[in-house]
Antibody, heavy 117, light 106 residues
């Protein structure tokens, strides 16, 4: 079964970092770009950036530059999102999604990250 | 930075046609996708590359673009179509989402 399976919910304190994983199964990770999208409670979708699992190339949304890193481990068929200097506004559900035909056809189940003191 | 705009809410009676629009500069020259999201669930693509419907998406969903506007049309709207809908476009290599439209079927 083709799917993206994300790691579990996290609770972090302000200023901390979080690392969310997204494991691909049922297909070869390197064949498709993976994007990260987040959604704050009651809010819309916000694009964070892209990773090309084939070569590790990345591109980040301007508002996250300097605070986010996306990496991959092809041997584990997994991509990672690392977000640093967390603040309350980073409380959100974080999704990984696979691009095909310039559209997100496959999404992970989402990972809730809560930032609270 | 590039932006696309959606109305926050649309209401439709069961069996009628719902139209959800997305506006942005020269949007007709960019590929637009539409996503349906129900509470507590991940988004699901219902239209991609302006007009294409993925397998498994009912034929009552259709998409179109013209000028600065893309439109998602749901014909014969059913109660199960009540959800948030997001348009999405590309700005160079960046992704842009609309703010979302809550479709209420009543």
């Amino acid at each position: 079964q083709v799917q993206l399976v994300q790691s579990g919910a996290e609770v972090k304190k302000p200023g901390a970092s979080v690392k969310v994983s997204c494991k691909a199964s049922g297909y070869t990770l390197s064949r498709y770009h993976i994007h990260w999208v987040r959604q704050a409670p009651g809010q819309g979708l916000e694009w964070m950036g892209i990773i090309n699992p084939s070569d590790g190339g990345t591109g980040y949304a301007q508002q996250f530059q300097g605070r986010v890193t996306m990496t991959r481990d092809t041997s584990a068929s997994t991509v990672y999102l690392d977000l640093r200097s967390l603040r309350s506004g980073d409380t959100a559900v974080y999704y990984c999604a696979r691009v095909e035909f310039q559209s997100f056809h496959l999404w992970g189940q989402g990972t809730l990250v809560t930032v609270s003191s | 930075s590039y932006e696309v705009t959606q109305a926050p809410s649309v209401s439709v009676s069961p069996g009628q046609t719902a139209s959800i629009t997305c506006s942005g500069e020269k949007l007709g020259g960019r590929y637009v996708s539409w996503y349906q999201q129900k509470p507590g669930q991940s988004p699901v693509v219902v239209i991609y590359q302006d007009t294409n419907r993925p397998s498994g998406i009912p034929e009552r969903f259709s998409g179109s673009t013209s000028g600065n506007t893309a439109t998602l049309t749901i014909r014969g709207t059913q109660a199960m179509d009540e959800a948030d809908y997001y348009c999405q476009a590309w700005d160079s290599s960046n992704v842009v989402f609309g703010g979302g439209t809550k479709l209420t079927v009543l």
